[in-house]
């Protein structure tokens, strides 16, 4: 199949390059060699001259045979040769089979020749491979070269073996003349109508194959989209059997293409349904490995045209695409959550601004009121007083509250300076510890850095010490005198500086399944906590592009570490 192929390929234009030349002439030379072969042995065998024809002498054909075959080897053996100009080349050997053709007219018959016709086949290989100029070269050689031949028969110069055959000699030179004008015309239409129809023909295959490189790199880009694209596409036939399935189908499903493709989609996967008109359709589908995913899909029609019986008929083809939306569905009901939130903490900060006035004029009144009682001490106002006590406690309580509250929920903006962190962390122990330690239950311990400075927010950070310091507090009544250490030093995280402080406590710490829901707010594990405590000091610590951590070792049962970045590693 392929040799045939090849050998047919020789007889088409060829392009600009000098390789496609040498592979045509080479053709070419081996076309000469069979159709000299042929033409010359064929009538011999089949003894055709006893119907009229003149032949050469069986010598005098094999003697042209061994000159054929002998130039055409050496023409093989020059055209490996590096050097050469190959258009030339192709000249000298289509001028050759002028000459080859010239001798087998003038030994067959001169004027009575049957190979006559052989003197267009050089001028059409000629227009085929070397255009215009390559078959008006053949086409005035072969003029040229029957025209001797003719009048050489004129004048008598013909072979001796013509006396033995049919052979008649030219009666007048008019016949003559009008073989000379009818071939030589013949020849010169033949060799322009071959340019023109090779020339068009190479530029027909030039477009075709810009043509052809344009449609690899389209299917090309269309692999490669499909095969990229993040969105899952299935193509369905007429009969919903699966034709094409991208990566993003098999990853979505969690199915492999061989188990899929040649299948009825509805039998690989039930759940999607290709009725109805919606634009978009949202299934649970069941993935190869059991879990359950959401899937929003769509599907339309492709008019695909399908030739039966000479119409036009449109297939049934459908194409699908689908979407895992379980992250963007919850993504979506976080958003939700997080706006409703948002609402309600502007609503809940509201309210509790307009807490604090009469909650403020309740607590004044009730120190007025315990002034009072405590100059008319009676039994009435003994208990008087312990209810006043307990509506200033609460007061206090509730004011504490709705103070973290509205510091949780309008957060202030952070002013960053740099600032002597001990000094700040005396101040808070000092303010916040003294209690603690008065009733023996715990005792202070702090290990900071000489001349430590600390870049950050100074009100806000003094906040979050004072809530951890006041988170230490909170530990369950117990013999046992409760450590709290505090230490501060400059650190490295991941390639970037950072002020650490770390609060410790010897208290039972936090269960490693409660440490990052601690910071929710509104969570506490304490009887009178707000759990808005963890929660704010995770609100600044992010402010400040911080880093928090709950961690534990043999001596603290709780350590709250925090990560506050140095300038350099601060993005704005």
């Known amino acids: 199949m392929n040799p045939i192929y ?3 390929n020789s007889f088409v234009p060829v392009e600009d390059t000098d390789q496609q030349l040498k592979q045509h002439i080479l053709s070419f030379i081996f076309v000469r060699v069979c159709l000299f072969t042929l033409l010359v ?3 011999t065998i089949f003894s055709i001259q006893t119907h009229g024809l003149i ?19 050496g023409s093989v053996l020059i055209l490996r040769r590096k050097a050469l100009s190959l258009r030339r080349f192709g000249v000298i050997q289509l001028l050759a089979d002028i000459g080859f053709t010239a001798l087998l007219v003038y030994a067959s018959g001169c004027s009575q020749s049957i190979f006559t016709p052989v003197f267009i086949l050089p001028i059409i290989v000629g227009g085929l491979i070397l255009y215009k100029i390559g078959g008006l070269i053949p086409a005035a050689a072969a003029t040229i070269a029957y025209a001797v031949v003719l009048g050489m028969e004129y004048f008598g110069v013909v072979p001796l073996y013509f006396q033995h055959t049919a052979y008649q000699p030219p009666s007048d030179p008019f016949t003559a003349s009008n073989l000379f004008a009818v071939y030589g015309i013949t020849f010169f239409v033949i060799a322009i109508i071959s340019g023109q129809l090779a020339g068009r023909l190479r530029f027909t295959e030039k ?17 490669q989209i499909f095969d990229d694209i993040t969105t899952g596409i299935i193509t369905t036939d007429e009969k919903n059997i699966i034709t094409s399935y991208n990566n993003a189908a098999k990853r979505i499903t969690g199915c492999p293409k061989k188990r899929v493709l040649g299948n009825n989609i509805h039998t690989c996967f039930p759940e999607i349904q290709l009725t109805g008109g919606r634009e978009r359709n949202v299934c649970h589908l069941e993935r190869s490995d059991g879990t359950v995913i959401r899937v929003g899909y769509s599907f339309s029609k492709l008019g695909i045209p399908t030739a039966q019986e000479g119409e036009d008929v449109y297939s049934c083809c459908k194409v699908v695409t689908l979407q895992d939306i379980s992250k963007i569905e919850l993504m979506e009901k976080q958003v939700r959550d997080a706006e409703k939130m948002a609402a309600i903490g ?4 509201s309210v ?5 006035n009469p909650l403020a004029a309740i607590s004044g009144s009730a120190q007025i009121l315990a002034m009072d009682y405590s100059a008319n001490v009676t039994t009435s106002g003994n208990t008087s007083k312990t209810l006043v006590g307990i509506i200033l406690r609460e007061s206090k309580r509730m004011a504490t509250t709705i103070t973290d509250f509205l510091q949780f929920a309008r957060p202030m903006a952070v002013s960053l300076q740099w600032f002597d962190l001990s000094r700040l962390i005396t101040e808070v122990s000092e303010k916040t510890f003294p209690l603690y330690e008065q009733l023996e239950k715990g005792y202070l311990v702090k290990n900071i850095e000489v001349h430590l400075n600390c870049w950050g927010d100074q009100q806000q950070i003094q906040t979050i010490l004072t809530h951890l310091i006041e988170n230490t507090r909170s530990i369950p009544d117990s013999e046992q005198t409760v450590k709290v250490a505090i230490h501060a030093y400059e650190t490295n995280k991941k390639n970037k500086n950072y002020t650490c402080i770390e609060v410790c406590d010897t208290g039972p710490g936090i269960p490693a399944i409660l440490r990052e829901k601690v910071f929710t707010p509104f969570f506490s594990t304490r009887e009178n906590g707000t759990g808005l405590g963890l929660a704010i000091v995770r609100q600044l610590v992010d ?6 951590e709950i961690d534990s070792d043999a001596d603290y049962g709780c350590i709250i570490r925090l990560f506050l970045p140095l300038p350099e590693t601060i993005t704005h």
């Not at 043509?211 to 389209?218: A, G, I, N, Q, Y």
């Open 543 to 548: 402010n400040h592009n911080g880093i928090i």
């Open 6 to 8: 090849n050998w047919l």
């Open 352 to 356: 509790a601004h307009d807490f604090r």
């Open 41 to 43: 042995t064929v009538p």
């Open 55 to 73: 032949l050469p002498k069986l010598h005098i054909s094999i003697a042209f045979l061994i000159v054929v075959v002998f130039f055409s080897v």
């Open 207 to 223: 477009e075709l194959s810009k043509t052809v490189l344009e449609f690899d790199r389209l299917s090309l880009l269309y692999k």
């Open 346 to 349: 502007e609503l809940s900060a």
